[in-house]
């Protein structure tokens, strides 16, 4: 009696270790199938990551502050052309966009600063073809690059 008994709750263990390595399988294949579609989409809205590239289209680009970072660090402008920037600040922390000579260099434009829920609107004078800097005065590592071209 007790034997039988051990047996079949040895069975019943055994049944469900083999359930858990399915549902574990199972879950894994999901994890698999489902990394391609999340990184598919290039290019667009990676919230606070760095690497975008915002390109300037009828004069102007929009830019977006978010957890102390830009949406973009890169901006693409057309050579002999004066364009605009909006900048979008969604982040808890105040943000500005400046843009330099180069890094160190000297200011080609300041943005003002604005808070959280705000917008503001710089306007860049016609550049040489070339590469310019950009960054935020109040978190100098928020930076890229203008690429005028
Ligand atoms: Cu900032």
Same mark, same amino acid.
């Given at each position: ?12 263990? *055994? ?9 574990? /399988?199972?879950?894994? !294949?999901?994890?698999? =199938? =489902?990394?391609?579609? =999340? ?5 667009? &809205? ?5 690497? +975008?590239?915002?390109?300037? !289209?009828?004069?102007?680009? #929009? @830019? #977006? ?14 050579? +002999?052309?004066?364009?605009? *920037? ?5 982040? !808890?922390?105040?943000?500005? @966009? =400046?843009?330099?000579?180069?890094? %160190?260099?000297?200011?080609?434009? &300041?943005?003002?600063?604005?808070? &959280?829920?705000? #917008?503001? #609107? ?15 005065? /109040?978190?100098? %590592?928020? !930076? ?6």
């Amino acid at each position: 009696m007790n034997l039988r008994f051990f047996g079949l709750r040895r069975a019943a263990a *055994i049944g469900l270790t083999t359930l858990l390595a399915f549902a574990l /399988v199972a879950c894994s !294949s999901d994890d698999g =199938s =489902s990394t391609p579609a =999340s990184e598919a989409p290039a290019g667009s &809205q990676a919230a606070g990551g760095n690497g +975008g590239t915002a390109t300037v !289209s009828n004069g102007e680009v #929009t @830019i #977006t502050a978010a957890d102390l970072a830009f949406d973009a660090s890169t901006i693409e402008a057309p050579a +002999g052309e004066a364009f605009t *920037i909006t900048l979008v600040n969604n982040d !808890s922390a105040p943000h500005n @966009i =400046s843009i330099f000579t180069e890094k %160190d260099g000297d200011a080609i434009v &300041q943005g003002e600063v604005i808070n &959280q829920g705000e #917008t503001v #609107t710089i306007e860049v004078p016609a550049q040489e073809a070339g590469e310019y800097y950009f960054h935020c005065d /109040v978190h100098p %590592d928020m !930076s890229g690059t203008v690429v005028v071209g």
